[in-house]
């Protein structure tokens, strides 16, 4: 195997592993289909909601619980028990905002856009 391939191979397994953390889908190509907000704990998808349907959503982990609010076809952690508050001030998701999961490190949760 050439240096290079080696290098390649890293890469990727990189990506996947920090994939396989956040649990979203890469957004590759265009997108097709309806637009939902996916909701990951410890990399497994736990609930997908449309963007056009408000709705609260408690995501309860073993490490703390994230409450998910979606109004006006915005998605947004508004209230955590988490030490830091990343997540609660990441801003909102939208239908079309999948390259910016909203991630909650402590609690191991990721919210982001996803199309089914
Ligand atoms: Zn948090």
Not at 77 to 82: G, L, M, P, V
């Given at each position: 195997m050439k240096k290079r391939d080696i290098i390649a191979l890293t890469a990727m397994a990189v990506v996947a592993a920090a994939l396989a953390v956040v649990g979203c889908a890469l957004p590759i190509g265009h997108h097709t289909g309806r637009a939902v907000c996916a909701v990951y704990v410890d990399g497994k998808r736990v609930a997908a909601f449309p963007f056009d349907a408000d709705r609260e959503y408690e995501i309860i982990t073993e490490n703390g619980t994230n409450l998910l609010v979606i109004s006006d076809g915005k998605a947004y952690?508004?209230?955590?028990?988490?030490?830091?508050?990343v997540c609660v001030h990441s801003g909102y998701l939208t239908?079309?905002?999948?390259i910016k999961p909203i991630v909650c490190k402590p609690h191991k949760v990721t919210v982001c856009t996803e199309y089914e």
């Open positions: 952690i508004a209230e955590s028990d988490c030490k830091n508050l239908a079309d905002s999948s």
